[in-house]
């Protein structure tokens, strides 16, 4: 049975940093596209950034870029996000996924979801 788990949310002043990691289990996920999507209050779940498959391109949303940095390790099934420069409107519910395809395209259903940690910048 796959699981993910994620962790490393919390509370944090604007202009401080955060890095999420999301655990994954129950088969290897190195061919598999892992990411992080996220939902804030009123509003839809939206992507935020993929890592494609092991070695492969990284996407990231116009709003994290520059900012926020997704990383894997295949080695422990784990896809980290490193948040830095963290604005108040990045205050959302982060949700990790894994997909068998990319996961930047819109509309993507992903195969797995976590059961997200919540941040929360404040000003």
């Known amino acids: 049975q796959v699981q993910l788990v994620e962790s490393g949310g919390g509370l944090v002043q604007a202009g401080g940093s955060l890095r999420l990691s999301c655990a994954a289990s129950?088969?290897?996920?190195?061919?598999?596209?892992m990411g992080w999507f996220r939902q804030a209050p009123g509003k839809e779940r939206e992507f935020v950034a993929a890592h494609n498959w092991s070695g492969g391109p990284t996407y990231y949303a116009d709003s994290v870029k520059g900012r926020f940095t997704i990383s894997r390790d295949n080695a422990k099934n784990t896809v980290y996000l490193q948040m830095n420069s963290l604005k108040p409107e990045d205050t959302a519910v982060y949700y990790c996924?894994?997909?068998?395809?990319?996961?930047?395209?819109?509309?993507?259903?992903?195969?797995?979801w976590g059961q997200g940690t919540q941040v929360t910048v404040s000003s």
């Open positions: 129950g088969r290897t996920f190195s061919s598999y596209a």
């Open positions: 996924a894994v997909h068998r395809r990319p996961l930047h395209i819109i509309g993507v259903k992903p195969d797995y």
